[in-house]
DNA sequence: CTGTTAGCGCATTCAA
DNA sequence: TTGAATGCGCTAACAG
């Protein structure tokens, strides 16, 4: 068996709408972009047949005539595949919600890893005037996509930190607060020797997490477990080892915050590996909320990130640089939320 | 400090690259999309111009008098917050991979809950001409956003099987299959008495998965150890301690399949709090290989769906109804891969 | 308040 | 092989 395509039946224009209505195709444009400049009866009358011939305006031709296409582009980060960026879905969800409260859809365009293929999708979204504005996740101090999309002139917002000398269309967590929230939320649950663990690479967000970290323990004049060697380190087994031996010694710390939610999986097993309990002997906790939070057992203690209202106020810095809107040049931080579960309390 | 937006320097035209390249604007247009038609020395003096402008078409002009928007539609399925659909990320980030060597955007749009909503959202994209086709996902056997476009007489692709009655043109993967071999992987390993975890939740595809493994085990000979009242049941604690009675139970089984990789967690934990091991006394395994997986401690054996190869094959069966083509009305099936950790070896 | 005119940038006739 | 005209559907400017 074969089907054919339906020839998609031809869409309603606004002359059809006009002789429908008896106006001219003008007083339809109107009826639509300035409804304030037509006579109530003729508005209702227009409304009327557009509403009864379902017409909506052909978004090519009000893009070619306006210059505005109402979308933006969302350049997706290149994720390591094994090891994902565990928000990104989430945050996607917020950006696409936020541009549709302003009208905008959100066009999606996935680069090849490297500088270079960033740079060319910019390039192409830009040339090809595909997009009014152009919005990156994932932002790092130095990045291609941002030096890029300055030069070309295009409307841009980042959800990270730009370099100085940059304009600053950024929004941004603050790490370190929202581990500082995780220090005396253990504080306050009678922790007094705590251990941060974290991965070896160190992006300025990490830095940034493991400096509030330290700040506020050294401020609640609380204790910092020193990593053994080959802890943090890498994930997985040499990790579980090296917090096995940790929990062993003399310095046992009653406390682990993990800079991530996976990585709080090895603390889960080294602490149970030395037949402690999570939550009971050790508490545990995590960064970013993800689902995995509310299905481990027991339920780890996680920070939230606002991913709404970052997504939100990324639209609105977008959207006021295309309206041409002085926007201001400062970057915003926002807090995160400590959503405290059985694993620490 | 403030930064008024950077007026975008006005984007190139083909009547520029006509005069620069000292030819008609026809023939810059027939470099790009009938270059055949252009003599050799003509092209390159033409190619030239256009790189060293810049040039790319304003894709809302080729749009508007091609008919031809390059653009995919991807309605996301409206997720439980609380318990996102795990492989959806992966999904998007292989549709728009596929799109993009076909030459296709992808433009996300998201309805709010609801059937009516979903419509709606057709109806807009529709109407306004803003895509040349949908691709939806988490599609079940009743599916409102089909039953629409079927309707609207849009192609469209789907990720899940449709009702008999619409067409045809979806991509699945072969659940129950998958479950065999799961099933047959553990029988091969010499486990004899086994148990299936699912939600209480019945969707086809669960159903599928539930079929396969009880078929599988039963033409191998394989005892199915029937869940006690209260499991698989609700997630979480509930579920453990439903579990947790299995295993103590003269029936233990020696390995127990999840139909998602999540529950799995809930295997888990019933197994160590019953003082046993997983992996060495009672294989697990998963669905759906999140990352999830690796990093759990032993490693979870899971079922790898071929979501590059989904995603290429809807955009391909999308691209030929665009394109009038005739198209294959029955659905397509995709083998899963079976993916061996620690968990169950 | 409404209608007329013009043109956004491109690809597709047709004519040379 | 190349060039000149036409119009896709819409909205901004102007005229009435």
Redesign the interface.
């Known amino acids: 068996?074969?089907?054919?395509?339906?020839?998609?039946?031809r869409?309603?224009t606004i002359a059809e709408v006009a002789r429908a209505a008896g106006v001219s195709r003008q007083t339809v444009s109107n009826t639509l972009n300035a409804p304030h400049r037509v006579h109530p009866d003729t508005l209702a009358r227009v409304t009327t047949a557009i509403e009864e011939l379902?017409?909506?305006?052909?978004?090519?031709?009000r893009?070619?005539r306006t210059g505005e296409?109402r979308?933006i582009g969302?350049l997706?980060p290149v994720?390591d595949?094994?090891?994902?960026n565990?928000l990104?879905?989430?945050f996607?969800?917020a950006l696409?919600?936020a541009a549709?409260a302003e009208g905008h859809?959100?066009?999606?365009?996935?680069p090849t890893a490297g500088d270079e293929a960033a740079r060319a999708a910019i390039?192409?979204l830009?040339?090809?005037?595909?997009v009014d504005g152009l919005v990156f996740a994932d932002v790092l101090h130095e990045d291609a996509r941002v030096a890029r999309a300055a030069r070309?002139?295009?409307?841009f917002a980042a959800f990270g930190r730009t370099a100085p000398g940059l304009?600053?269309h950024w929004v941004d967590i603050d790490n370190g607060a929202a581990m500082a929230d995780v220090v005396r939320h253990l504080a306050a649950r009678g922790h007094r020797r705590v251990g941060f663990v974290a991965s070896d690479a160190e992006p300025p967000w990490m830095a940034a997490r493991r400096e509030g970290f330290h700040a506020e323990a050294r401020r609640l004049g609380l204790e910092v477990v020193q990593s053994p060697p080959g802890a943090p380190g890498a994930?997985?087994a040499p990790r579980?080892a090296a917090l096995r031996e940790l929990l062993r010694g003399p310095q046992r710390p009653t406390a682990v915050a993990a800079e991530s939610d996976?990585p709080a999986?090895?603390v889960?097993?080294a602490v149970?590996a030395e037949g402690l309990a999570v939550g009971r002997d050790i508490a545990v906790t995590g960064f970013h909320d993800t689902?995995?939070c509310?299905?481990?057992?027991p339920a780890l203690t996680s920070v939230r990130l606002p991913l709404r209202a970052i997504a939100a106020t990324l639209v609105r810095l977008l959207l006021?640089?295309?309206?041409?809107?002085?926007?201001?040049?400062?970057g915003q931080v926002l807090a995160a939320e400590l959503v405290v579960r059985a694993s620490s309390e």
């Open positions: 068996m074969t089907q054919g395509a339906r020839p998609p039946r869409a309603t379902g017409y909506r305006p052909d978004q090519s031709a893009s070619l296409r979308t969302y997706a994720d595949p094994f090891d994902p565990p990104m879905a989430g996607l969800e696409v919600d549709g859809r959100v066009l999606l365009v996935r390039d192409e830009v040339a090809a005037r595909q070309a002139g295009v409307p304009p600053q994930p997985g579980v996976l999986l090895d889960y097993e149970r689902p995995l509310r299905h481990l057992h006021a640089q295309v309206r041409g809107e002085s926007v201001p040049g400062a």
